[in-house]
């Protein structure tokens, strides 16, 4: 099966070669990327084996890794103010700085 990019080469190639106006150096440089063009070409148009097939994966038992608790979220307040909102969080070098959307008071997240 043709791709493509095969296709694609190939119609360069033949725009390369179809200009007459250019100089004896133009000429030859057109010529040579035309005939590599053509060999990539040729080269990516071959098809591959499809390679061995592989074995099928045992399909490991999950209800042994189940968590049968999930700890508690408690949010933390604002220092500022003690509103429990969502947080704008930014970060600066190596913290997290936390930003209250009520007070726009700023503090960094200690866990």
Do not use: F
């Not at 493509?4 to 725009?15: E, F, P, S, Y």
């Not at 969502?86 to 009520?102: D, E, N, S």
Request: proline fraction near 8%; charged fraction near 20%.
């Amino acid at each position: 099966m043709t791709s493509n990019l095969v296709l694609d080469m190939r119609t360069c190639a033949a725009a390369l070669l179809s200009d007459s106006t250019k100089n004896a150096w133009a000429n030859l440089i057109a010529t040579d990327a035309a005939r590599l063009l053509v060999e990539a070409s040729n080269i990516l148009d071959v098809e591959e084996p499809l390679g061995e097939v592989m074995q099928a994966l045992p399909i490991p038992d999950r209800a042994s890794e189940r968590i049968t608790e999930l700890p508690a979220a408690v949010p933390r307040p604002c220092p500022a103010c003690g509103n429990v909102a969502a947080r704008k969080v930014r970060i600066t070098h190596t913290k997290l700085l936390l930003t209250c959307p009520m007070c726009s008071h700023e503090w960094e997240y200690a866990p």
